[in-house]
């Protein structure tokens, strides 16, 4: 019951996608810096930023983990120590302050001839020594524009020098610190991306002083040192909250980049107020033409963090000039824009498409970060591209060495969840990805899995790798992890020893914590790879008895399949689980109830037989479909081979399992042959089964067998014989695999030998046992002088045919069964199968 899970293992809130937890972690609270409440959480993050938190990127939000509410900033007032010794100036002063602001910015003489990084640093310096914070300001942020920010630059004993000059000059006495001074050094430092305790503490200092002067800062004062403090994950909330109020209050004032770079501050730092966002979403409307490309992706990417309320009018406006100036973006952006409108479930088609053409044009710009949150959003939204991914496909395997593990996982994720199955492109992810598993987090290591899982490839080393992984860090996968992982593994069937006693281990030790849809889905893995742990099992019994209601249909099925299989019936679990599939009936696919039906029918005590009527109900459908297409040995006149396989193919039913197939084969009017025909039967397939084997070199392969006993009576001939076609289970692998040379579905190539196969899903088609062994029958009559084209001859022979099967034969061999019957009217056509192979 290898049934794919009907929501992607990794379905966050509102989309199949990542959910979107705030930049700096935590929990819910109120922007108030007077407020005692805040002090334990304000020293928690002022702890995270003092111990280097490094910015954190989208791809990093594409984790399998539970949704975190966003902080919520509310707007608060500005009191306490307003009139102390370090507090804002009093409201006669403000005007006079303004100019003085003006008068000051208006006096900048930086020397332009200086360049290098040691020169940069010594004037700096030389401004610092002087007292002149403006001009030292104005030197970082022209050595922010070079390329010597960074790691080397923390560790240069100059830079470090000037760090301690400016810590000195901004806790000098009496010092008069002006706005742009403030907010041009939080901008400088946050551009520098330098972590290290000492910007921790000038950072610190900045806030204290701007937080009393904050309603003499301009817009681009306010944008500037938000920006700065949010660059560095630096949350500062009491200075956060005065700016907020602040921005509201000169909103109008704002420009498109101020605009955008406040949003992007305030939703990095997981910050919302219902009031903030409704000035800057209603602002960004109404300048929304005068936006460039990066703010344009800012501000979407500010939505995206903010989430609900949605503001669906403010994204279509960003839609619709992305498309005026999709010229002007670069790769960043331009993935960045479609990263958030796939984060927030828009599914915008003529911005996809027109990204998707840019993106053709210019992949060889694009990282590898960037491929990885276009090639997440075309998925996350169900755009299946496929031009598109196959461009983006070639691109990452040229330039996967070195591609972090957090993009490898989301690429894996992005091509599965659009069911384009790449194989070299997931050989490539695994070879990248199993030097670096012991770096890979639960939720990449679980998106891994489940990625390799959908596309069918078993990559027996990257599991096992990453079996071990999990088996040693059980502990800190959540239970979402533990289950899709789980899931992956007994999808692909394998086995592996250490990961499954360690599962074992934790869940009997943490069995209350599990719900029922977990402790369901262990249980199939279990049994899908034979793996029997007897008292867990038995101990999550009662549990998942008592949530049944919890469970889906189709882990109902599977729950009930695997403890089948196990061979541990429960009376109590089955009749649990029959009840709720009674009360979930209609919500039951034909092959799902299939299966659960063949899984209950052996356990006593159970209402199956409620089940057996709706199940027959179901056969009764794909009966009468059958019966009104053939009639006669052709096809109806107006039906195509492609209309009659896209409607057999409508019934989503593989096969009628054991319990469904007599049901179906009755309502055909196709009865069971005599006992002492499976008696005879069954010594000749074996011996033509052996035969097979040994000439194949397959000896150790087990074989299924179709073997028909012939009399009949034809142009005053006899015939009596037999057929046995013995077909290698690797034949319905290959069929899994989905062999390239295989004819499509339904097409005419399909008719053969008179009958009319389906390639199914996971089916043979033609290559199935029973098909093979018919079309033979009809080889042999067809050799007494019976004309092939004529109705009348094939209706002129007379005798029986019986027919056993050691498998169930799926619906595409029943319809041959019927086409038969309709060729030879004359003929008794009798049938039965008995799963297992002819060895058994």
């Not at 909330?237 to 770079?261: T, W």
């Not at 828009?346 to 993106?359: D, F, G, Q, R, V």
């Not at 299989?565 to 009749?575: H, P």
Request: proline fraction near 4%; include cysteine; aromatic fraction near 6%.
């Amino acid at each position: 019951l290898a049934h794919v899970p009907s929501t992607n293992p990794f379905r966050f809130p509102n989309s199949c996608g990542p959910c979107k937890p705030s930049a700096m972690g935590g929990r819910d609270f109120y922007m108030d810096g007077g407020d005692h409440r805040n002090r334990r959480h304000n020293k928690n993050a002022m702890r995270n930023s003092q111990r280097g938190v490094q910015r954190q990127q989208p791809h990093e939000r594409h984790q399998p983990h539970e949704r975190q509410q966003p902080h919520i900033a509310q707007l608060s007032t500005r009191d306490g120590g307003m009139n102390s010794a370090r507090g804002r100036p009093h409201l006669e002063r403000e005007a006079a302050l303004r100019s003085e602001v003006s008068a000051q910015h208006g006096t900048l003489t930086v020397n332009d001839s200086i360049a290098g990084e040691h020169e940069f640093l010594e004037e700096s310096s030389r401004y610092l020594a002087s007292g002149d914070l403006a001009n030292a300001a104005k030197i970082m942020l022209r050595l922010s524009r070079t390329d010597h920010a960074g790691k080397k630059l923390i560790k240069n004993p100059k830079f470090r020098e000037t760090l301690a000059l400016l810590h000195k000059e901004l806790h000098t006495e009496n010092r008069q610190i002006w706005p742009r001074e403030l907010a041009d050094l939080a901008f400088a430092l946050g551009k520098l991306q330098l972590h290290d305790n000492n910007v921790n503490e000038l950072l610190k200092r900045i806030a204290e002083i701007a937080r009393y002067q904050v309603d003499l800062f301009t817009p681009r004062d306010l944008a500037g040192i938000v920006w700065g403090f949010a660059s560095l994950c630096h949350r500062n909330d009491s200075l956060m909250s005065v700016v907020a109020a602040e921005v509201v209050n000169k909103i109008s004032g704002f420009d498109q980049r101020q605009l955008s770079n406040t949003a992007w501050a305030f939703a990095k730092c997981g910050l919302w107020n219902e009031q903030l966002v409704k000035s800057i979403t209603g602002e960004c409307m109404t300048k929304i033409e005068t936006f460039s490309a990066q703010s344009l992706s800012h501000i979407a990417w500010a939505m995206a963090h903010w989430g609900a309320p949605r503001r669906d009018d403010l994204m279509d406006a960003i839609a619709v000039e992305l498309q005026k100036k999709i010229s002007e973006f670069m790769p960043a952006p331009l993935a960045m824009i479609a990263w958030s409108f796939a984060s927030l479930q828009l599914k915008n088609i003529p911005l996809m498409n027109a990204i998707s053409s840019e993106a053709a044009s210019k992949v060889r710009q694009f990282r590898m970060q960037d491929l990885a949150h276009l090639a997440w959003a075309f998925a996350n939204v169900r755009i299946r591209d496929q031009a598109l991914f196959n461009i983006l496909a070639d691109e990452i395997q040229r330039n996967i060495a070195g591609t972090q593990p957090a993009e490898l996982a989301n690429i894996a994720w992005a091509f599965s969840k659009n069911n384009f199955s790449h194989e070299p492109l997931m050989l490539a992810i695994a070879s990248e990805a199993i030097p670096q598993i012991h770096d890979l987090k639960p939720a990449e290591l679980a998106m891994l899995t489940w990625a390799f899982a959908i596309a069918g490839q078993p990559h027996k080393q990257l599991m096992m790798e990453i079996g071990s992984q999990v088996a040693s860090r059980i502990e800190k996968c959540s239970t979402p992890q533990l289950s899709h992982i789980t899931w992956a593994f007994g999808a692909l069937s394998i086995r592996h020893g250490d990961f499954l006693q360690s599962l074992a281990k934790h869940v009997h030790a943490n069995v209350g914590k599990f719900r029922a849809q977990s402790l369901a889905g262990f249980v199939w893995t279990f049994a899908m790879v034979r793996f029997c742990d007897e008292p867990l099992l038995r101990r999550v019994i009662p549990e998942i008895a008592r949530d049944t209601a919890d469970l889906r249909p189709v882990v109902l099925a599977r729950c009930a399949w695997a403890y089948r299989v196990l061979g541990l019936l429960s009376s109590e679990l089955m009749a649990a689980l029959v009840l709720e599939a009674l009360n979930k009936i209609d919500a039951f696919s034909t092959q799902v109830l299939v299966k659960l039906v063949d899984s209950v029918s052996i356990c006593p005590g159970t209402k199956h037989a409620v089940l057996e009527t709706a199940l027959e109900k179901r056969m009764a459908d794909v009966a009468n479909f059958l019966k009104e297409t053939w009639k006669t040995a052709e096809l109806p006149a107006g039906v195509s081979v492609h209309d009659y396989s896209t409607k057999l193919l409508s019934f989503g039913l593989g096969d009628g399992g054991i319990i469904g197939t007599p049901l179906l084969l009755a309502q055909l009017g196709i009865e069971l042959p005599s006992k002492s025909f499976v008696q005879r039967c069954r010594p000749k397939a074996w011996m033509a089964c052996k035969e097979e084997a040994t000439k194949s070199h397959l000896e150790n392969d087990r074989k299924k067998a179709t073997v028909a006993e012939v009399c009949v009576t034809a142009m005053d001939r006899n015939l009596h014989d037999w057929v046995v076609r013995c077909v290698s289970t690797g034949s319905r692998a290959a069929a899994d695999r989905g062999d390239a040379s295989r004819k499509p579905e339904g097409s005419q190539e399909e008719f053969s030998q008179g009958f009319l196969a389906v390639a199914l899903p996971g089916r043979s088609g033609r290559e199935d046992a029973v098909f093979l062994a018919l079309a033979d029958v009809c080889t042999r009559i067809f050799e007494l002088g019976v004309d092939p084209g004529s109705p009348t001859a094939c209706a002129g022979v007379h005798g029986s045919v019986q027919v056993l099967s050691t498998a169930v034969p799926d619906v595409s061999s029943v319809s041959v069964l019927r086409q038969f019957t309709a060729r030879f009217p004359g003929v008794t056509l009798e049938f039965a199968e008995m799963a297992g192979a002819i060895s058994d």
